[in-house]
């Protein structure tokens, strides 16, 4: 019931806000399309595939990171620390760990979209890549961690400067090492293994081995999953925390 | 007695600060009870222990016999309850936040939308309802407030200095609508720091100062106790002066020595207060 109540709230906020909300979730995959892709890219190949085709899966992959993200934690911080309307909730009769389900579960839906939108546009520039149901899928999980991130990150800070160190530490680091625009093969061992553990390097890997070569990696679809767990265990933790 | 809320010895501190101390109190089901105090009195600690926000160093607290935690849902389906600061949600319509607090309150969609129609209503807010609420004037936003906590039709109703902020002819709009609450038959308590508030709403009031309820009564018994009448005067050493007087005459009898200055009056509750605590409460 929570979960659909949230989902409704968050629904009335993205019609009010559609095209803003979608401007602001394609004008900068958009802006690395043009510039990666497009410009620098053009006669380019990575690991023997065509640039443009190499970098659009990465870029699905951070816009579904950055928007579901963003669209949690701008969400519940303004709540709770600036119009104060989470703390209704508190008093409300209602079980924490699916109202963080329903924020969690309306992030990943941004997310998703975010990434479909993306997928359009590279569709309207006339490049094709491959889509199966573990594509959408492994976007969706990665929405739906990065949205339990977010919810996380939201429930534990004081101030909204607080949020600087969650973007400037972890998302934005995520984005450029997690091989969104290159290849890791070149990076040093020590390097490689810690980003081979971070989940945004999953997600790519995943959605990349998908788009160009049709193989679905379980294990990478697997660690999302935990990640996933782990955050959402992490947010539902931080909500009980608050009361 | 029927006593819907029992609090017992309850304890708060914020470090070195406490906030209530040690406090006993119980509250009558269908009262309309006055915390009464000056800002930091401890009236807001207490109102967020109750409801669940806070949770008491020590002590316990009661209500319909249950002993209230953060996680009893059920106590929470039978509370209303408008904090102090507007907590609205600002991207909805007067509506939306009604039916999304129905929502929450796992309200079923026919009694939903007939419950948010009659709060609607009742508020008069009916005309206004598509309108977002970071768009309507503070009082509307109060009004707002109060109804959205009355959407699960609750037994037990906390305000939190509601009318904190707002003009006086939307402050006594707000009083009736309370009074409509109390007429429902809804236990109510209000923390406030206006003494006329307090005067005009509860039949009960307590007075409340660094986290102890230091009076407890009506507001007419707490007033006859210190003295119906009141002689305010500057003295010699230009401080103002307070002198009781139970009637008239003695009052008029002893103005008679102070040469014009002074002023004769009722007795109100801020001077209960101040002769208590030697302290305004505004």
Redesign the interface.
Known sequence: ??V??IL??EF??FK??AFKITSSAVITPLLYLLAFGWGLGSNVSVEGFNYMYYIIPGIIAMSTMNTSFNAVAIRISV?RLH???F?????????MYLLTLGYVLSGALRGLYAGMIILSITYLFGVYIKITFSFLFICFLNSMLFAAFGYFAAMTINTHYDMNRFTSFVITPMTFLCGTFFSLERMPNFLKNFIELLPLTHAISGLRNIALENITNHFSILILFMYFLAFYALGVYASYRE? | MDHIIEIKEVLKKYEDFTAVDHLNLNIKKGSFFGLLGPNGAGKTTLIKML???LRPNSGDIFIKNQKMT??N??L??K?G?V?Q????????SVK?NLI??A????LKRDPQEKRVEELLAFSELKPIENKLSKNLSGGMQRKLMIVKALINDPEIIFLDEPTVGIDVNTRRKIWDMLKGMKDMGKTIILTTHYIEEAEYLCDQIALMDKGKIFHLDTSKHLKSNLGTFTVEYFNDAKVTEYKYFQSIEDAKQYTHALCGNYILRDTNLEDVFYNFTNRKVR
Do not use: C
């Open positions: 019931m929570e659909f109540t409704w709230r009335l906020f009010k806000r709540a119009e104060k309307s703390e209704y909730y508190m008093t409300a009769p209602v079980n009361i | 409801v669940g926000l953060r996680d849902v059920f929470k389906t509370m309850i904090p600061h507007i907590n609205l949600d600002k991207e909805l939306e999304f607090s929502k929450l309150y796992k």
